[in-house]
C-alpha cells in the first residue's frame, strides 16, 4: 500500500503504547484513524490528546475478546469513516506464570486476548476489506515470544506463536485479494505491558491478580535497549507501505533464532537417521 493518504486505520489497544503510537504516526501520513481500548483512564487521555482532530480519529471503548463489542465498534467505524484499509490487531497482555501454576481463567485472559483478540478484529473487518476492492493490510501484534520460548511465559508464548502462524498462513491466503499482512515481534518496549493486571476483567480473575509478579530489573534476560514506541510506530507505518511481513525490533535475538534453528535441523538429522535404522 504505497500510498496511505486517505485512508482509513483501525487499530485496537489505541489509547496507549504501541497503538497508541501507530495511531500519531499514520495520522501524519494523512490517514485517518479509529482506536479501540478497554482502558477508561487512557480512552479519556487520548479523546483529549486528540480533540482538535474529531474529524480524522474516533476512540471507542472496546472489548476485543467480546465478538459484539467488535461488531459495534466496526459499525462506529464505518458510520464515521465509510471504510476501513488497514487493521492493526495490537491489543495484548503479559502474563507471567509457571506452566504448573497456570489456572483456566489465567488461559483463559492470556489466549482470549492476544489470540482471540487477533482472531476477531480479522473476521470482523476481512470482508469488508475484500468488497471494497481497493487493497487493505492487516498487522498482527505477536512478540519476540512468539518465535522462542521464555521462561515463565507459556500462555504468552502459545498466544505470540498462534499469532505469527496465523499470520504465515493469511500472508498466503488474502495475497490474491491485494491484502498485506505484517506481524509485529518486538522486544522491550516502553509500554505498560507489565502492568496488565490493571485491566484484568473480573470473568478472568480481576484486577487484584498480577499478571507479572517479578521486580522489573528482572523482566528482561538480555541486555538490550527498550524502545520507544514512536520508532516502533514509524516501523509498522514502513510495513504497511512497502509490504513488508515480520517486523523485527531487536537484532539482539537473532542468536535465539539461530539456536533455536540449529536444534530443529539436528532433530532432522536424529530422525532421519532413526529412521533409516528402523526402517
Not at 26 to 50: H, Q, W
Not at 106 to 129: A, Y
Amino acid at each position: 500500500m504505497k500510498d496511505v493518504s486517505g485512508k482509513i486505520g483501525f487499530i485496537t489497544g489505541g489509547a496507549s503504547g504501541l497503538g497508541f503510537a501507530m495511531a500519531k504516526t499514520f495520522l501524519a501520513s494523512g490517514m485517518r484513524v479509529a482506536l479501540t481500548d478497554i482502558e477508561d483512564a487512557a480512552i479519556e487521555k487520548t479523546r483529549a490528546f486528540f480533540s482538535d482532530r474529531v474529524e480524522d480519529v474516533l476512540v471507542m471503548k472496546t472489548d476485543v475478546t467480546d465478538r459484539d463489542s467488535m461488531a459495534a465498534a466496526r459499525e462506529q467505524t464505518l458510520e464515521k469513516f465509510g471504510k476501513v484499509h488497514v487493521v492493526c490487531n495490537n491489543a495484548g497482555i503479559a502474563l507471567n506464570k509457571n506452566a504448573a501454576d497456570m489456572t483456566y481463567k489465567d488461559w483463559d485472559w492470556v489466549l482470549g486476548v492476544n489470540l482471540d483478540g487477533v482472531v476477531n478484529g480479522v473476521t470482523t473487518f476481512v470482508g469488508d476489506i475484500k468488497t471494497q476492492g481497493e487493497g487493505g493490510h492487516f498487522v498482527n501484534t505477536a512478540s519476540i515470544a512468539g518465535h522462542h520460548g521464555m521462561l515463565g511465559l507459556s500462555g504468552y508464548c502459545a498466544s505470540k506463536f498462534g499469532v505469527v502462524g496465523m499470520s504465515e498462513a493469511m500472508r498466503i491466503d488474502l495475497a490474491e485479494d491485494d491484502i498485506g499482512i505484517s506481524v509485529l515481534c518486538p522486544g522491550p518496549v516502553a509500554t505498560g505491558i507489565f502492568n496488565s493486571e490493571r485491566v484484568r476483567p473480573e470473568k478472568f480473575g480481576g484486577t487484584e491478580q498480577a499478571a507479572y509478579p517479578i521486580k522489573e530489573g528482572a523482566r528482561q534476560s538480555l541486555e538490550m535497549e527498550t524502545l520507544e514506541p514512536d520508532l516502533v510506530g514509524q516501523m509498522v507505518l514502513n510495513a504497511v507501505i512497502e509490504n513488508r511481513f515480520y517486523i523485527m525490533t531487536h537484532s539482539e535475538f537473532q542468536e535465539w533464532f539461530k539456536s533455536r534453528t540449529d536444534e530443529i535441523q539436528d532433530e532432522y538429522d536424529y530422525w532421519k537417521n532413526f529412521r533409516e535404522k528402523n526402517g
